[in-house]
């Protein structure tokens, strides 16, 4: 398993994925981890606040859980699809997820590189991931907006606080 923290990269827009070759992953520090295999991985929880030599924009949810606000974007798979997706506001994200906050123009201009590689994924469609998705009560009608309670949101059971 293979750790890599993300920067920010003015020329190309990119954001540029680094491998951590420490070893050590620090406290407090989002992380894509990236396995040859899907081979189950073990890692002991970091125990200082040791922090990455860099402006690291994976955001984390260390030790709580947190609730996604606007221009909010996980890691997710949708319709047997794994991408980085712009996350419904107001959903809960597990403690010790990370995920990013992208102005609608660094989404607009976004892709990832993994040292240097550019992936497959080369930008994220900004005009779909804001198109509306039906959201449904547990009776089934469609309703205009989720207020407190549970919902299905994209095909998904949802919990709004």
């Known amino acids: 398993v293979t750790a890599y923290y993300a920067e920010s990269d003015p020329v190309s827009n990119a954001l540029v994925l680094t491998e951590i070759t420490t070893g050590t992953i620090p406290a407090n520090e989002g992380v894509f981890l990236l396995a040859a295999t899907a081979t189950p991985g073990y890692f002991v929880p970091a125990t200082t606040t040791t922090t990455l030599a860099t402006d690291n924009k994976l955001l984390n949810s260390a030790g709580t859980p947190y609730t996604i606000v606007a221009n909010d974007y996980v890691l997710a798979n949708a319709n047997n699809v794994t991408a980085i997706y712009n996350a419904t506001i107001g959903t809960t994200l597990a403690m010790n997820k990370a995920y990013l906050n992208l102005s609608p123009a660094e989404a607009a201009r976004f892709s990832l590189s993994f040292d240097g590689t550019t992936t497959a994924i080369e930008a ?13 009560d547990l009776s089934g009608r469609r309703v205009r907006q989720a207020a407190k309670g ?12």
Do not use: C, L, T
Request: glycine share 4%.
């Open 150 to 161: 549970i919902y299905v949101i994209g095909n998904k059971k949802v919990i709004v606080k």
């Open 124 to 136: 994220i469609d900004a005009e779909r991931n804001n198109e509306n998705v039906d959201i449904y």
